[in-house]
């Protein structure tokens, strides 16, 4: 009997051809990313998808990334870490990836949507915003008074 003996270098290269093997979990994906798309064109059902709750290899990655593309549209926020929201070439479908603040990946969703909740203003950050604006506002025109 043979022994086959492996370099360290061997290993982690075998290791990362066996990570980069799709699973075959990137086409259900797509076909979910397709019927959400229609839902979302037909009544305005937005759908998210959690790509982290299933298998998903660098393999299924990369077939996800040629179909979907890169759109012009994307986003960096800066809140406990960091997320990125990315605009695919198919409109109404989009990415959004969630890191902590060691740059470790937390969540990687696909959202198919208008516009991804998390740039979405809320109510109460609107409210805010229109209280603020009054006041710097009301320091303009206070100041130009008293100045003129």
């Known amino acids: ?23 075959g979990n990137a086409l259900p994906i797509l076909a ?7 839902r979302l064109v037909k009544s305005g059902t937005t759908a998210v998808i959690d790509l982290g709750s299933i298998p998903f290899t660098g ?9 979907l593309g ?20 198919i409109p109404g479908v989009w990415r959004v990836d969630h890191y902590d603040q060691q740059g470790e990946t937390q969540s990687r969703f696909i959202e198919v ?3 991804p909740d998390i740039l979405r203003t809320h109510r109460e ?11 710097r506002l009301n320091g303009k025109t206070g100041a130009d008074k008293k100045g003129g």
């Open 1 to 23: 009997m043979q022994s086959i003996s492996k370099s360290g270098a061997d290993v982690v290269q075998l290791k990362e051809a066996v990570a980069n093997l799709p699973t």
């Open 32 to 38: 979910e990313i397709h019927e959400a798309l229609g």
């Open 59 to 67: 393999g299924d990655e990369k077939l996800l990334q040629e179909v």
């Open 70 to 89: 890169e759109g012009e549209v994307n986003a960096v926020l800066n809140a406990l870490g960091e997320s990125f929201v990315q605009e695919t070439e």
């Open 113 to 115: 949507t208008f516009i």
């Open 125 to 135: 950050d609107a409210v805010r915003g229109h209280e603020m604006l009054a006041e």
